[in-house]
């Protein structure tokens, strides 16, 4: 089994930066694409960013597109979501989540692991 922890989340202004990190541990062994989704209160999770096993493919929300950028590094089995410009609407708990393959997909139903979520506040 896989665990994924989230982490980097708080409290920040509109147009300040935040970087949000996800840890995998247990089994680690083998191909994974991660991705990052979110959800506000009331509201359906959304998908965020997603980038693939190698790290050569990436894909964004288009309300996130330009601000913010996913990356990962596997020898440390960390993802990471730097968040720049960041605007009250982009208020959610962010959860990771891995998929045992090597491709991404902004389907949720297709991630087999998933991290409890960290959250991020943007006031004004």
């Known amino acids: 089994q896989v665990q994924l922890i989230e982490s980097g989340g708080g409290l920040v202004q509109a147009g300040g930066s935040l970087r949000l990190s996800c840890a995998a541990s247990?089994?680690?062994?083998?191909?994974?694409?991660m991705v990052w989704f979110r959800q506000a209160p009331g509201k359906e999770r959304e998908f965020v960013a997603a980038?693939?096993?190698?790290?050569?493919?990436?894909n964004y929300a288009n309300s996130v597109k330009g601000r913010f950028t996913i990356f990962r590094d596997n020898a440390k089995n960390t993802m990471y979501l730097q968040m720049d410009n960041l605007k009250p609407e982009d208020t959610a708990v962010y959860y990771c989540?891995?998929?045992?393959?090597?491709?991404?997909?902004?389907?949720?139903?297709?991630?087999?692991?998933w991290g409890k979520g960290t959250q991020l506040t943007v006031s004004s």
């Open positions: 247990g089994r680690t062994v083998g191909n994974y694409a």
């Open positions: 989540a891995a998929r045992m393959s090597p491709r991404w997909t902004v389907v949720d139903a297709l991630y087999d692991y």
């Open positions: 980038i693939n096993w190698s790290g050569d493919s990436v």
